[in-house]
């Protein structure tokens, strides 16, 4: 049971992980809602063992949407910023 529930815990990541790489903001917020009460759930289980490796397997998890999520809004401010071009030159030409 132990490694079941690592496995599903990286399954929900990937799923999160494909969320944002899609810009399915909306799904991947789901997601992290699910995956934040698996957590609340693993902590109030009380006595029971978890493998070792398990919480870091949540910090490699959170990590890894942390750089999901950097490049996403680097990427976004990218798409921004040429937006913005654009509307300068359209009104530069506009005048």
Request: aromatic share 6%; net charge neutral.
């Amino acid at each position: 049971m132990k490694n079941d529930i690592a496995d599903q815990f990286q399954l929900l990541n990937r799923h999160i992980a494909a969320a944002i790489a899609e810009q399915d903001y909306p799904r991947a917020t789901a997601l992290d809602r699910a995956r934040q009460e698996i957590l609340k759930d693993i902590c109030l289980m009380g006595k029971q063992p978890i493998h070792a490796g398990f919480f870091t397997l949540v910090e490699e998890c959170a990590r890894d949407n942390a750089n999901l999520i950097q490049k996403v809004q680097e990427d976004m401010s990218m798409v921004s910023q040429h937006t913005s071009r654009s509307l300068k030159a359209q009104r530069a030409y506009m005048s």
